[in-house]
């Protein structure tokens, strides 16, 4: 039987890990900050299962707790997904923001060093990292150019990673990450805002969602198929990084128009940059842009071409675009119906 850790095991990503690692027989530790005690809601139903699930205090700036259940547990594979992921945050936590992606992730793959068998190590990367990159689509070669303290830790954790493969010839990859969402992605993320707002309108609410610059395009992909492909790349026979992306582009706009549609509701647009607003179609105004929610310095046409993973992997992304707001919001709809009296 494997073992595998997983710090970030209470996150999106995480819980479709964990499923996976259990349907293929692992037993998954996890690593959790005691304040995520009540933030446990997207594995709960692993833990009253009585699964091979055992889950660990620890926090990422606690190398010492880090390092002797590490040791203890002496696991085959590592997988780091912890940290904090927003990257607007990053603005205004910096310094706490490089603490957990940055500094962490080098004290992670310390510890593992100086194990007698060191784990396999996957690090969760960032599209980030590419911020306003000369070429697309990006690949795993496109220099890094990162434009927000996120992708800046980001980038210097993903070198670090190289680093230790090289080096110290550890068994260490980076899956470069583009958007990828899901239900159980965190509220404050603009695509789970959207689908949820959308929900609440169609069910009545009076309320108006706010978004930031509706031009702005992401490569936003389905977060159970990049996980699927996170596994993948510790199966290998060597190790190397990877690139996951769906090679397509939605803008804001895009993503909320077929957001509404979900949910029978047209929208009309007027206007346009920091005034563009959209009315239904009996003249309710139903999404208006605010510029407060413009970020300082944004990523430029983030898009991968994720051929080396589709070539050596075997994964293919099948979900993108508009389809992920319609997922994200037929599920934000059907909750609500649950929810009704």
């Known amino acids: 039987m494997k073992h595998a850790i997983i710090s970030g095991i209470t996150g999106q990503d995480g819980s479709y890990l964990v499923e996976l690692l259990l349907e293929q027989g692992y037993h998954v530790h996890g690593l959790v900050r005691r304040s995520s005690q009540f933030n446990r809601t997207r594995i709960e139903h692993l833990r009253k299962e009585g699964k091979l699930l055992d889950l660990h205090y620890a926090d990422l700036h606690d190398q010492t707790t880090l390092r002797r259940l590490v040791t203890r547990i002496r696991p085959d594979e590592f997988y780091h997904l912890a940290g904090q992921s927003h990257v607007g945050l990053s603005f205004e936590i910096p310094e706490s923001t490089v603490a957990e992606i940055a500094t962490a992730t080098l004290s992670l793959l310390e510890i593992c060093r100086d194990l007698e068998s060191p784990p396999r190590f996957f690090h969760a990367a960032s599209s980030e990292i590419f911020g306003v990159p000369a070429t697309f689509p990006q690949t795993e070669e ?137 009315y239904g179609s009996d003249g309710r105004l139903l999404l208006r842009v605010n510029p407060r929610f413009f970020r300082r310095v944004d990523s430029h046409k983030l898009v991968g071409n994720s051929q080396k993973a589709q070539q050596i992997l075997g994964w293919k992304p099948t979900i993108a675009g508009s389809e992920v707001a319609r997922r994200l919001t037929r599920a934000e709809l059907e909750s609500a119906k649950s929810e009704l009296p």
């Open 142 to 278: 496109t220099p890094f150019k990162p434009v927000n303290p996120y992708g800046c830790a980001k980038s210097f954790a993903a070198d670090l990673c190289r680093v230790y493969r090289e080096a110290h010839e550890m068994f260490v990859v980076n899956g470069i990450l583009y958007n990828h969402e899901s239900p159980r992605r965190g509220e404050s993320f603009v695509t789970r805002k959207i689908a949820s707002t959308v929900a609440r309108i169609a069910q009545g609410s009076e309320e108006v969602l706010e978004l930031g610059n509706l031009d702005s395009e992401r490569d936003w992909g389905w977060a159970p198929e990049f996980v699927e492909g996170i596994w993948r790349t510790l199966q290998q026979q060597s190790a190397s990084d990877f690139l996951f992306a769906t090679g397509t582009t939605t803008t804001v706009r895009e993503f909320a128009i077929a957001a509404f549609l979900e949910a029978g509701i047209h929208l009309n647009f007027e206007g346009e940059g920091e005034t563009e607003s959209a």
